[in-house]
């Protein structure tokens, strides 16, 4: 059983730079395709990034493309995810995800394992 850790959530103004960090425990993530997602009040869980097992292929939503980069260390068992130019529209709880296939879903079903969340605000 993979336990995921979030961190690097924080208030932040438009236009600002945040990082957060998955660190996961009790298994490998390598073995896992690994995504982001984020979920505002009243709202489902939205694909923000995805990245292949072996770090070689990564997937972004529309919205974040361009300024969001998602990377893992399989060495050091933790996915991270950079988030520059940040928006007020970017406010929402991000949580990590590991995805038992290759290439990471793009639908929260997809996913095994979840982080318990991190709040991101950006202030306009």
């Known amino acids: 059983q993979v336990q995921l850790v979030e961190s690097g959530g924080g208030l932040v103004q438009a236009g600002g730079s945040l990082g957060l960090s998955c660190v996961a425990s009790g298994g490998t993530i390598s073995r896992y395709a690994m995504g982001w997602f984020r979920r505002t009040t009243g709202k489902d869980r939205e694909f923000v990034a995805g990245i292949r097992w072996s770090g070689d292929s990564t997937y972004y939503a529309d919205s974040v493309k361009g300024r969001f980069t998602i990377s893992r260390d399989n060495a050091k068992n933790t996915l991270y995810l950079q988030m520059n130019s940040l928006k007020a529209e970017d406010t929402a709880v991000y949580y990590c995800?590991?995805?038992?296939?290759?290439?990471?879903?793009?639908?929260?079903?997809?996913?095994?394992?979840w982080g318990q969340g991190t709040q991101v605000t950006v202030s306009s």
């Open positions: 995800a590991a995805d038992g296939r290759l290439i990471p879903g793009r639908s929260w079903s997809s996913y095994e394992y």
